[in-house]
Every structure is written in C-alpha cells, then in structure tokens.
C-alpha cells in the first residue's frame, strides 16, 4: 500500500490573475502583462525611484553608444549605453527608456533599460507614464487628426 506525500500540493478553483501591482514609492516593481489578444508581454521592471530613475524618449542617435534623451523632468540629457549592454540593447529614435542621471554631471545620464513599443503603450494604457514622455497612448488615427493636415 503507497501512502500519499502530506506535502503534495491540493488542486483547487483557478482564479484569473490579479492585475499586476502599480509601482509603489521606493519599491522595485516588475509587472507580468498579457496583451488582449492573450499573447504575454513578459516581465519588465519600472525605474527605481530610491535609485534615481527616471523614464526618458530617445530622441536622436549620435553613435558610439550615446543618445540625446529628453527626460519626464524636461530636461535634455546625453544617455550612456553603458558596456555590459552595448551589444544587447538596440535603440531607435521614439523609444521609451529607463535612465539614470548622474549626480556630479546633470546634463548626462546611464541608459537602464528599453522598452519595447508594445510595453511602452501598455504602460501608457495603464496610466504608468508622466505625460511629458506619454508619447504610446494614441492610436495612429487620432495621432494624424491632431496633426492637423486634413484631406
């Protein structure tokens, strides 16, 4: 006769996911997101504001692992990739960002982290991004309306 392990884990109800947590003060947050179409969009961590991080838009690329960034502070820095992600980490102008200013030198920052187009509009859905770097909340159309050339 075989007896059952007492640390064999009970099967019960599945319930839906909760909503991933919104980004606390201080706190390290990563959120695990699904498009609707149900497809994942993996796990991405938020800046650390303890640390200093903040988001910023690529705004042009100057070569050499540097790029002109305009942060959610308004202020334009020159973004650093720095050398452990400089093969990894391929950025085009418009992208989102997590940068890290520097403290001895204002006007230039470390590259974190780049978020890709869809994680970038997720977190414009979710109402995660400042305004001044919420560039990902409008949909094409409304985006050429705006532009204000009419047909």
Do not use: H
Not at 64 to 78: H, L, P, Q, Y
């Amino acid at each position: 006769m075989e007896e059952k392990d007492a640390r064999e884990p009970v099967e019960g109800p599945k319930e839906p996911n909760p909503e991933p947590p919104l980004e606390a003060e201080g706190e390290s947050v990563q959120v695990e997101a699904t498009v609707d179409g149900g497809e994942g969009i993996g796990r991405f961590p938020l800046p650390r504001r303890d640390k200093g991080q903040i988001y910023a838009i690529a705004n042009q690329l100057l070569g050499a692992g540097r790029i002109r960034v305009v942060c959610e502070d308004n202020v334009s820095r020159m973004g650093r990739i720095t050398g452990r992600l400089k093969k990894k980490m391929w950025i085009r102008e418009g992208d989102l960002l997590v940068v890290s200013p520097w403290k001895f030198q204002s006007d230039k920052a470390d590259i974190m982290f780049r978020y890709t187009r869809t994680q970038a509009s997720y977190l414009s859905r979710r109402k995660l991004l400042p305004e001044t770097v919420d560039l990902f909340g409008q949909l094409p159309e409304e985006a050429a309306d705006k532009g204000g050339a009419s047909p």
